[in-house]
């Protein structure tokens, strides 16, 4: 399939609009429909994904931006691909929306969207670049200039998605990956190796050794599994290293149990150091990891949100997606590796979770502010903060009232910088309780760190006005996880894996974008309108 550019998109005499009334007509200027076609579909990129099709000659591709438009739409309405296709069919919004009213047939059939999301994926195994993700930010960038919002003033909120995959025991997880291998060889002719574990791909065992013998120690049952699966992966050994059901038995087996001295296989329990998080959770979706957050465990992805803020509203304007064990400091960290020093000064506003003195001097480097609305860990001594340091962080120049150290050294294993003051200059100074020195016979010795003081102007600055108002600003970032997940259907995607499910995630964004962007659209039109008449 050869790549075309999308260039008809002009009405003919036989154009679906044609037979609108003017009533109709009016209802349609002043639908979502409209302002889709006006203001989101001309800005796809096609020749961003022309990478996906040939260069040969051959059946020219469904209009891309007429695909992306409906994955798009598909998330807006809420739709399944059977549903967003008929309406693609039989409805001159969806038709007005995309620009195919002039079509005599919709450039579109039932497979059209899975195609294309295939080509995206396999594209992104191949090279690595998400074109998705590409194409979103750009339409947000373009949606943030149409809302007169400079970017100036940024929040920032992960959240958890799960997958959408069953919580197995760890006796079905083995028996699962068991079962799943022993079924491949059988369809594949190696009947040779299953000699009695036939049971393995019966499609009523797993309920019979799961459910049904209940009577039978849960441990002695794994025992069996395990002892069934050591046996079947050594006769297989270095045969099916391509096959991916072999894979993950290989994968779950190494990952749940130890050898014992006699070569048997045993549990892996606490006392042999336990499991990370990257443990298989299901083979049906071997990318997802656990972690719990806030007390509720969570199987699946992470995501993180960079929103930006102005008057007329705000708009997603750059989103992220990872494995849940991804920290959120670590998305910030990658968030900023991708960002260009500009010469505004611009202000991002997280929370507590967040914080890093590290990542605040990263952000400097970018002209970024970035203010944290909370601390993890125990409050720092306000005092701290008239501290006056060297650049280098490794010296203390001065005390709160002025006084300099008559000497001072740096610990290199705490971090703190040691300084020796007079001892009369500590014992009558008013701040003796507040930096609790060690007063010797001679001199006064305290122990600060630069950190320390960075730290404690950060929360001084916390309980300004100023800072209220940001952290104001911050909580609107929320709402977005809860939009997501109840008009979207966030925790319910219908696909498996991590670039699947991060492309899905980047409709989701779109359309929340375009929601939010034709909610200022009708403000302004409200507004001019009542401007004429009054």
């Not at 599994?225 to 994968?251: K, T």
């Not at 501290?387 to 294993?413: E, L, T």
């Not at 060690?438 to 600060?448: E, L, M, P, Q």
Request: proline share 3%; with cysteine; charged share 30%.
């Amino acid at each position: 399939m050869s790549f075309v550019k999308n260039d008809a998109q002009q009405m003919t005499f036989d154009d679906a609009l044609w037979g609108l009334t003017e009533r109709e007509k009016k209802m349609l200027d002043r639908s979502w429909a409209t302002q889709f076609a006006d203001h989101i579909f001309p800005l796809i990129d096609e020749e961003k994904f022309s990478v996906l099709y040939s260069d040969k000659a051959s059946r020219p591709n469904t209009p891309v931006n007429v695909t992306v438009g409906a994955l798009i739409l598909k998330e807006l309405r809420n739709q399944t691909d059977d549903e967003i296709f008929e309406s693609i069919l039989f409805d001159v919004r969806y038709q007005t929306a995309l620009h195919t009213t002039s079509f005599k047939e919709q450039p579109m059939s039932d497979t059209t969207l899975k195609r294309f999301r295939n080509r995206c994926l396999t594209y992104e195994t191949e090279h690595g670049v998400d074109l998705i993700h590409e194409c979103v930010n750009e339409l947000s960038s373009e949606m943030a200039k149409l809302m007169n919002i400079s970017g100036q003033i940024q929040r920032m909120d992960s959240m958890m998605i799960a997958s959408n995959i069953k919580r197995l025991s760890r006796l079905e997880l083995l028996y699962t990956c068991l079962s799943n291998f022993v079924i491949y060889l059988h369809k594949n002719g190696y009947d040779d190796k299953l000699r009695g574990l036939e049971h393995y791909y019966d499609p009523n065992d797993m309920n019979a050794v799961i459910y049904h013998k209940k009577s039978e120690p849960e441990d002695n049952r794994i025992q069996v599994i395990l002892n069934d699966a050591d046996n079947l992966l050594r006769s297989c050994e270095g045969s099916f290293d391509e096959v991916n059901q072999y894979q993950l038995l290989i994968r779950v087996i190494r990952e749940q149990t130890i050898r014992n001295a006699d070569g048997s296989l045993r549990l892996r329990t606490k006392e042999d150091g336990g499991m990370d998080s990257n443990v298989l959770q299901n083979p049906a979706d071997p990318e997802a990891t656990f972690r719990e957050k806030a007390g509720k465990p969570n199987r699946g992805y992470a995501a993180n949100v960079t929103e930006d803020v102005g008057e007329n509203g705000s708009i997603v304007t750059d989103y992220q997606f990872e494995q849940n064990n991804h920290s959120d400091t670590d998305f910030l960290d990658e968030h900023l590796e991708t960002e260009t020093k500009t010469p505004e000064h611009r202000t991002l506003v997280t929370d507590g979770a967040y914080a890093s003195d590290d990542l605040r001097k990263k952000a400097a480097e970018k002209n970024i502010n970035l203010i944290t609305t909370d601390l993890t860990g125990r409050e720092t001594k306000d005092i701290y903060a008239d501290f006056v340091f060297s650049p280098d962080g490794r010296s203390i120049i001065s005390c709160p009232v002025g006084n300099k150290p008559v000497s001072g050294s740096y610990v290199n294993s705490t971090g703190q910088c040691r300084a020796s003051f007079d001892k009369r200059c500590c014992e009558n100074c008013s701040h003796k309780d507040e930096c609790n020195p060690k007063i010797g016979n001679r001199k006064a010795v305290v122990h600060v760190s630069a950190k320390s003081s960075e730290r404690a102007k950060i929360q001084r600055t916390m309980h300004t006005e100023t800072f209220r108002i940001i952290a104001r600003i911050r909580n609107g970032v929320e709402t977005i996880p809860s939009i997501l997940r109840r008009r979207y259907d966030l925790d319910t995607m219908p696909v498996r894996g991590k670039i699947r499910m991060k492309h899905w995630f980047g409709y989701k964004v779109a359309a929340l974008n375009f929601t939010k962007l034709s909610k200022y659209l009708h403000s302004r039109d409200k507004y001019a309108q009542c401007t004429v008449n009054g």
